[in-house]
């Protein structure tokens, strides 16, 4: 069956896979469409990535003005099976979770019932006893690192914007790295609460506030949401988002059978995608609000439009206007005393919102990178991305399962788009 947001299309022909539009697009009176051209240039990208072995498979999707004008699946789910992409597919989001617990941490917000300027202390009393690593040496030359007091408290906002100081074991010098790889954090079965308890527990990379650093900031305020609501995670994404928006195959755990089935798996030479897959399957008594969520193309289509509607989709508003420009806004440019080094993951052109980039200029690159001012983003380690285009009423996503081909694909799948935009 076609999902529901595929049965109304305008000017299109739903071919018998249930998986392509096809036929002329027509614009709205004065907003541009993309050409039949450009689309089959996209269409022939990644059907060659699928022909030449790098992509087991995809599912591509553009909506404008709140109809998908593109829609085509690729490949296969699992190469093992060979059953192929679908619409319902569901994918490991890892990253692209983040966009969800940033927006259900900022309903609570919106609602007066967390702030940004409050410490996570007081929520998570052991942040109260955190420190900062710095890299040090001993008398005869040793490289140690010397734990710090912060200068400040972190706050619910570092965790919104990443400049806790809370990392991945994977960014940043190498004592850091050692200290989260030493403590194991991922050991036995622990939920959000132990989580969180075990990274207090890390020495911050930075001082708060003064780095954007890409790590487990939103796993902690998965926390802060449950001590908040008094319900888990899940259920307050499940009551307050994921049901409102009709996104039935988004969640934590898979438990059917029937959903296992329509799981995409990487390429077996995938060996960082499959190891994480791995972690994260082996505890679905975490639900990572970092990380942990699978979707579809169709469910995560929903989320998406709701940020081009400004914090409303249905007739239903989740945010406030003033709560929504405060979430999509940049909060890490200048004056803010935030820096960025190697592990500005935004990339060029962008600043960081509250778990979301937002284009800020066009960057240093020559020509600058495509897309609009204003346009948010945010993809993820298992490939897949989103992007939210206000100027042109669109929003574009890439679902895929592939670490190892994603810096390659990820660019070029957003320049199609853009190209066949004419921008």
């Known amino acids: 069956m076609v999902p529901t947001i595929f049965r109304v299309l305008p000017v299109v022909a739903l071919l018998v896979a249930g998986c392509a539009l096809s036929g002329r697009v027509q614009a709205e009176p004065g907003g541009a469409a993309p050409s039949a051209a450009g689309l089959q240039h996209l269409s022939e990208f990644f059907d060659n990535e699928v022909a030449t072995g790098k992509l087991a498979g995809a599912v591509v999707l553009i909506q404008q003005h709140g109809r998908p004008v593109y829609l085509k699946c690729f490949g296969v789910r699992d190469v093992a099976t060979k059953q192929a992409m679908t619409p319902d597919t569901i994918f490991a989001l890892h990253s692209m979770t983040k966009p969800i617990t940033s927006l259900a941490a900022m309903m609570l917000i919106d609602q007066g019932r967390l702030a940004l300027a409050d410490p996570v202390s007081k929520y998570i009393p052991a942040f109260a006893a955190v420190k900062v690593g710095v890299d040090s040496k001993t008398d005869n030359g040793t490289a140690v690192l010397k734990l710090e007091p912060p200068e400040r408290a972190v706050t619910i906002e570092d965790l919104l914007r990443h400049t806790s100081g809370i990392t991945y074991d994977y960014i940043g010098g190498d004592l850091i790295k050692k200290a989260y790889t030493d403590a194991d954090i991922f050991q036995g079965h622990f939920d959000n609460k132990a989580f969180a308890e075990r990274v207090a527990r890390l020495p911050l990379a930075r001082q708060p506030g003064t780095l954007w650093r890409y790590g487990h900031s939103t796993d902690v305020l998965a926390r802060v949401i449950e001590i908040v609501s008094g319900k888990s995670l899940y259920q307050v994404l499940k009551?307050?988002?994921?049901?409102?928006?009709?996104?039935?195959?988004?969640?934590?755990?898979?438990?059917?059978?029937?959903?296992?089935?329509?799981?995409?798996?990487?390429?077996?030479?995938?060996?960082?995608?499959?190891?994480?897959?791995?972690?994260?399957?082996?505890?679905?008594?975490?639900?990572?609000?970092?990380?942990?969520?699978v979707s579809t193309v169709t469910d995560y289509a929903r989320f998406a439009q709701l940020l081009l509607n400004g914090g409303t989709q249905g007739g239903k508003r989740y945010l406030s206007p003033a709560a929504f420009k405060l979430m999509t806004s940049d909060h890490i440019g200048p004056g803010s005393g935030v820096a960025r080094d190697y592990f500005y993951f935004?990339?060029?052109?962008?600043?960081?919102?509250?778990?979301?980039?937002?284009?800020?200029d066009p960057g240093n690159a020559k020509p600058p990178p495509p897309g609009s001012i204003g346009e948010l983003k945010w993809d993820s380690g298992s490939g897949t991305y989103f992007g939210v285009d206000p100027k042109l009423d669109m929003v574009y996503i890439l679902m895929e399962q592939t670490q190892t081909e994603r810096g390659r694909i990820v660019p070029a799948f957003k320049k199609l788009v853009y190209d066949a935009f004419g921008k």
């Open 239 to 293: 009551q307050r988002i994921l049901s409102p928006l009709g996104m039935t195959s988004t969640q934590f755990v898979l438990d059917d059978p029937a959903e296992w089935a329509r799981m995409a798996e990487p390429l077996p030479g995938d060996t960082i995608l499959r190891l994480a897959e791995n972690e994260r399957r082996s505890h679905p008594e975490w639900q990572s609000g970092g990380g942990g969520l």
């Open 346 to 360: 935004p990339g060029d052109g962008f600043g960081f919102g509250y778990g979301l980039a937002v284009r800020t």
